[in-house]
């Protein structure tokens, strides 16, 4: 370069002779892209390895050739040249490290070629020199002992080889012990062995024997696999995964051990329902039964076997489900063993550790798709069956219960909420509930109608959790409670060979045995003739005081006054006493099976505590209207709330009067025929003995019933959503707060008849009161009337012996007679036409004649509306001031007690203008009391 004047700061490691490169040039070359240059030279350079340039481009010239395109010709061809040139020299420089690295093994295998010369030299040299000392018979012991040497090693591989055709007899062995891993481990090494010994014959045949017999322990593997999904053992699984972790398909073996339990859970569902199958009354061949789909047996289940095929399935699902949770809990147990090392993890623990969280997630996802398919088997056979085709209303809250418990191990299971088992005996459910219901209501209207109002004797500590209509509340708080002391859940409670259908089972079964084998504490035997027959008294138990005292209606005899006083000191009140009759324990229990059908199927709940709550209503409003039926159209004598009370379920639930004799439901209310009772009217009258019984019984057992209600109060709350207990709160406000407010109008008709008033009244009137003397004897009607009271209290306390009757109900009856009989000394006393001073006298000396006696026969005290006669008695002794005040303060009288005081009592002693202004006065206060 530097010979032609070349720039220093520019070198070419190739340059051709032919041309130079000048500081122009430079700058020129540094705007030309060589690449596109080199792109367009003829493809004949680069391809050809011979190639005459020089003819390839004379060829290109025309024949008529000038000097100016052989210059442009000759400064094309420069240019690419030096393209070429260009992109030649930076591949050079690019490669140089390479090419001196090169170069450099060149000269080491120059140095190792020298080192191997001379080795080979002395070799020679010691060879020669070999030859030259050692004889022929040594060179032979040599080679015979070669000989020994080889033999030996082939007696050796002779051994090897008849041991590996021995290796199928003990593989086969392993595989029918279950040794999977002893199986694995020989069949390794027998192919270590093969691929040895590789050069022999008879190898190859058995590498191929080898190879099958691995398939076969995978094959082996996949049925001890599949058999892990019906009912899992520890130690086989433990065995099988060692197994597959020795094969290295631990994924795989997961992703297998998945669809063993889809084809388990469909497998074991049909040949469950196969085997209750009928067609025509006949069972159905199995060969028939491959023809149906699992959908269509389920639909020809008969009613018959539907509960026991139910129970079945159910097992056999919990069975699979149970052995799921323990695979998954097998891996998580596993995961927790972490392998003591002091080094860095390896790959393979990498891997194995890999291979754990994915078995752990795969099974973690396949909880939810286990369960979805359990539940699809059972939807199916509950829909493949009409519920209305069960006659005994236990089958039903059976499957409820039962279902209900299966949906509580699918919440346990995987967390879900089973809303298609929920909407599935929804749907089955709700079209025979409201069937039942509909019948209940048309039973307890005919037990209503045709109740003879008789008592029904209870057990001493009567508790109606104790009947089997309520039984399930008890299983159902002790499962709650059991679970709340049990931190596990309820796949840890029960063994591989138990379930939790066992319980639910064995409660039927009582429950049935109960029912056909002897009748429950809670429930009556019956006889021949279909009469009631209570267990809880004997003959021989029944005190004296219940067989004596006996009072003839007819003859109308009381006993002595001696037999009164003994008699009315051996009854006794009891706080909380339960009078009930034989529609009032059915209607209990109607309450009981609702519960249960709330209990078991939460979404219809609250349309079941509808209907529940209209037993009651209906309860309520047939005793009201039998044996209150003159407060109905008098609504005055009720109070707002009874009244209107009444009034809503007579809107809502009573038919009129021309409607159809039948219960009927529509979609949006229920309608129930006006009660009318079925026995002669005449025997519940209230004057008579047994009328009086039979109201008194009526009425307390309607507060039995609202205080029972009162009393699941707490268990209703927990079974409906928390959006609809306001209902449930207005009905106990309403309906159920109220009730014993029917004890007034009842006993206020009661106590009407109770005693003779009219009587007493006519007897009043006959007393002659413008005496001229003070007496000292009362009047005869005074008598009278006690002997009423006597009569009545027989009666009463008659019915205290047979009944235990709460206090309530004898101070409230005697509360009601005693005011009617006041009432009745100021209705006689009204009527008076002619009294002197000395009748006053005769009037006061009665009235306290009366309280004397009164005070005598009752616990009542005080005596009520005492002040109400006496007063009115004292009224005669007032002046025109006072008897205008005197009125205006009492508006407790009639205008008629009011009008005859003025007339005939202090008017005697007042003008006619003053009399006109009091009897004005009255009228003013009389016409404010009717607006």
């Not at 197994?243 to 992703?255: E, F, I, P, T, V």
């Not at 286990?370 to 939807?379: A, C, L, N």
Request: proline share 2%; charged share 30%; hydrophobic share 35%.
């Amino acid at each position: 370069h530097k010979d032609r004047g070349h720039p220093t700061t520019t070198e070419d490691p190739i340059q051709n002779p032919g041309f130079t490169v000048t500081k122009d040039d430079t700058i020129i070359d540094d705007e030309i892209d060589h690449d596109e240059i080199i792109r367009e030279i003829d493809k004949q350079y680069f391809l050809i390895s011979d190639f005459d340039s020089c003819s390839h481009e004379l060829k290109k010239l025309p024949h008529e050739i000038s000097l100016k395109e052989i210059e442009n010709q000759r400064a094309e061809l420069q240019k690419k040249l030096k393209s070429v040139t260009k992109k030649l020299s930076e591949l050079v420089l690019e490669n140089h490290t390479a090419y001196m690295g090169e170069l450099q093994r060149v000269m080491d295998l120059q140095e190792d070629l020298e080192n191997a010369n001379i080795l080979c030299s002395n070799g020679r040299r010691k060879l020669t020199l070999s030859r030259e000392k050692f004889s022929g018979a040594g060179l032979g012991i040599l080679g015979k002992h070669r000989k020994k040497q080889i033999l030996s090693y082939l007696l050796q591989n002779f051994h090897t080889i008849k041991t590996l055709q021995k290796t199928d007899i003990h593989l086969r062995e392993l595989l029918e012990n279950g040794d999977f891993c002893g199986a694995i481990q020989l069949c390794r090494e027998c192919q270590q062995a093969a691929s040895t010994y590789h050069y022999f014959a008879c190898i190859s045949e058995l590498s191929r024997n080898l190879g099958d017999t691995q398939d076969i322990i995978e094959e082996k593997l996949d049925v001890a696999l599949s058999k892990i999904c019906s009912k899992f053992d520890l130690e086989s699984y433990t065995t099988i995964q060692n197994a597959y972790s020795l094969l290295g398909k631990n994924r795989a073996a997961m992703d297998q051990l998945h669809m063993h339990y889809t084809g388990a859970i469909h497998n074991t569902a049909f040949n469950v329902v196969a085997g209750y199958v009928e067609e025509k009354g006949k069972a159905v061949t199995k060969e028939e039964v491959q023809k149906y789909s699992y959908q269509d047996l389920c639909k020809k289940v008969p009613i018959s076997q539907f509960i026991e095929c139910l129970i079945h399935l159910s097992k056999e699902m919990w069975f699979i489900m149970h052995s799921y949770y323990y695979v998954m809990k097998w891996h998580k147990e596993e995961e927790k063993i972490v392998p003591k090392s002091d080094s860095f993890p390896t790959i393979a623990d990498i891997e194995n550790d890999y291979n754990k969280k994915y078995v752990l997630k795969k099974l973690d996802t396949g909880f939810t798709r286990v369960w979805q398919d359990v539940q699809m088997k059972v939807k199916l056979l509950l829909l493949g069956t009409d519920f209305s085709a069960f006659s005994k209303f236990e089958d039903l809250l059976f499957i409820l219960d039962l279902t209900n418990r299966l949906m509580l191990i699918g919440e346990d299971f995987c967390g879900s909420k089973s809303k298609t088992l929920q909407e599935t005996i929804r749907t089955q459910s709700i079209n025979y509930f409201k069937s039942h219901h509909r019948t209940r209501l048309e039973e307890l209207r005919m037990y209503l109608e045709n109740e003879a109002w008789e008592v029904c004797p209870l057990e001493p500590g009567f508790n109606i959790f104790n009947l089997q209509e309520f039984r399930f509340l008890r299983t159902a708080v002790q499962d709650s409670n059991k679970s709340k002391s049990e931190k596990d859940g309820i796949f840890e409670r029960y063994s591989i060979s138990e379930t939790p259908f066992d319980c639910i089972i064995e409660d039927n079964c009582s429950a049935d045995d109960d029912l056909t084998d002897k009748p429950s504490n809670d429930e009556p035997e019956v006889d021949e003739e279909g009469k009631t027959i209570y267990n809880d008294n004997d003959e021989d138990d029944v005190p004296d005081e219940l067989k004596q005292d006996f009072i003839d209606e007819n003859t109308g005899e009381t006993p002595s006054s001696e037999n009164k006083k003994g008699n009315s000191n051996k009854v006794k009140f009891s706080a909380n006493s339960s009078v009930v009759a034989n529609t009032t324990l059915s209607t209990i229990r109607f309450f009981g099976r609702y519960m249960h059908i709330m209990h078991a199927l939460s979404p219809i709940a609250f349309d079941v505590l509808i209907s529940m709550t209209q037993l009651f209503d209906y309860y309520l409003f047939t005793v009201f209207s039998f044996f209150s039926n003159e407060a109905i159209g008098n609504s005055n004598q009720l109070s707002g709330k009874l009244a209107a009370t009444l009034k809503r379920i007579k809107d809502n639930m009573i038919q009129s009067s021309y409607a159809t004799e039948t219960v009927s439901i529509s979609s949006d209310d229920i309608k129930v025929p006006f009660p009318r009772m079925s026995l002669d009217g005449t025997l519940f009258d209230a004057g008579t003995q047994r009328g009086l019984a039979c109201r008194i019984i009526a009425t307390e057992s309607v507060i039995f019933l609202a205080d029972k209600l009162e009393l699941l109060r707490l268990h209703l709350e927990t079974m409906i959503p928390s959006s609809k207990r306001p209902f449930l709160s207005q009905f106990y406000s309403q309906t159920i707060g109220i009730v014993r407010e029917i004890r007034i109008s009842i006993y206020q008709a009661i106590s009407a008849k109770a005693l003779n008033y009219d009587g007493i009244r006519l007897a009043m009137n006959n007393v002659k009161w413008d005496v001229k003397e003070i007496m000292s004897q009362h009047s005869s009607y005074v008598d009278l009337l006690i002997q009423e009271f006597w009569r009545f209290d027989m009666y009463f306390k008659s019915l205290a012996r047979r009944v235990s009757l709460p206090i309530e109900v004898y101070n409230l009856l005697w509360d009601r007679c005693i005011k009617l009989a006041n009432k009745t000394f100021v209705d006689g006393f009204s009527n008076v036409k002619k009294c002197s001073n000395e009748g006053r006298a005769l009037m006061q000396l009665d009235f306290q004649q009366y309280l004397l006696q009164l005070e005598k026969m009752t616990t009542v005290r005080p005596i009520p509306e005492k002040e109400y006669v006496e007063n009115y008695i004292k009224a005669y002794y007032l002046t025109e001031f006072e008897i205008e005040k005197w009125i205006r303060s009492h508006k407790e009288y009639t205008s008629k007690h009011l009008t005859n005081l003025v007339l005939h009592g202090v008017g005697s002693h007042l003008n006619k203008k003053q009399k006109q202004k009091i009897l004005n006065l009255i009228e003013d206060i009389d016409k404010g009391k009717k607006s």
